[in-house]
């Protein structure tokens, strides 16, 4: 059984950073594609970014693009997000997300197992 447990949020004030953590146990962790997503309060889930297997190709969301940086030890079996020059509307709980998918990817349909969350809160 694959599980994944994210760490590492908190409450920031705005320009602030964080890394979140996300470990995961119960598989092979070098074939999975990881995803972290974020949901607002009253908004629907949205892909912030992801990284491939082999840590190829590392698409963002326009809107943390420049600020954000995921990155994956395939030794720890843990997937990380740096993020750097938080912003309010950064405010949200953060999932980390694994799927079987080759390349990294936006889809959320593409990741088969979810973490529970960390609240990320960024005051003004």
């Known amino acids: 059984q694959v599980q994944l447990v994210e760490s590492g949020g908190g409450l920031v004030q705005a320009g602030d950073s964080l890394r979140l953590s996300c470990k995961v146990s119960?598989?092979?962790?070098?074939?999975?594609?990881m995803g972290w997503f974020r949901q607002a309060p009253g908004k629907e889930r949205e892909f912030v970014a992801a990284i491939s297997g082999r840590g190829g190709a590392t698409p963002y969301s326009d809107s943390v693009k420049g600020r954000f940086t995921i990155s994956r030890d395939n030794v720890e079996d843990t997937v990380y997000l740096q993020m750097n020059s938080l912003k309010p509307e950064d405010t949200a709980v953060y999932y980390c997300a694994a799927g079987w998918a080759v390349a990294a990817t936006q889809g959320m349909r593409s990741y088969d197992f979810w973490g529970q969350g960390t609240q990320v809160t960024v005051s003004s």
């Open positions: 119960g598989g092979t962790f070098s074939r999975y594609t």
